[in-house]
């Protein structure tokens, strides 16, 4: 089986976030997981030359939380683009599936419903090892991922509306 690591990717080929305001919201459930994915965000928007004040933090107690915590964004700030960071590990019940269809969902329908991209940056693992593995560990970074996805994303919707 190949590794794959969520950090590589070409920098030649993500436009410029210095003009990009980014709304994060963050599930505090799992935060030993959620702060890397959180700091992987911010490193890599900065990479790209985001600015400081240009990057919104909000916390939201769990994952089931994040598409209202990213809707309110939407809502009460001007923001470009939001980056949804959670992690869900598997348990010994069904809880695990219900809280992942209902983010999926959610964030699904935050990018029908409003005109700015929502980044899925939600871990979905079989147990904790998987997820730190993608927190920073030999997997690299999902945030990267999800900071990434966010430039360019923003950077599209731009392009389209000149």
Same mark, same amino acid.
């Given at each position: 089986m190949t590794t794959v690591n969520l950090s590589d990717y070409d920098p030649g080929r993500v436009p410029s976030a210095s003009e990009i305001r980014f709304g994060i919201v963050v599930s505090d459930w799992n935060s030993e997981?959620?702060? #890397?994915?959180?700091?992987? /965000?911010?490193?890599?928007? #900065?990479?790209?030359?985001?600015?400081?004040? *240009?990057?919104?933090? #909000?916390? /939201?107690?769990?994952s089931f939380e994040l598409p209202l915590g990213a809707q309110f964004i939407a809502e009460y700030d001007d923001v470009d683009a939001i980056i949804c960071l959670g992690c869900v590990i598997q348990g010994e019940t069904p809880h695990f599936t219900y809280i992942c269809q209902g983010v999926t969902q959610g964030i699904t329908q935050? *990018?029908?419903?409003?005109?700015?991209? @929502?980044? @899925?940056? /939600?871990l979905t693992t079989a147990n904790k090892q998987q997820a730190l593995e993608r927190a920073g560990g030999k997997h690299g970074n999902k945030g990267d991922e999800a900071a990434i996805t966010a430039i360019k994303m923003a950077a599209l919707q731009r392009q389209m509306e000149k």
């Open positions: 997981i959620t702060m #890397k994915l959180l700091i992987g /965000v911010i490193n890599t928007l #900065k990479k790209h030359d985001a600015a400081d004040n *240009n990057i919104i933090v #909000k916390h /939201v107690p769990g935050l *990018n029908l419903d409003y005109n700015i991209p @929502f980044v @899925f940056g /939600v």
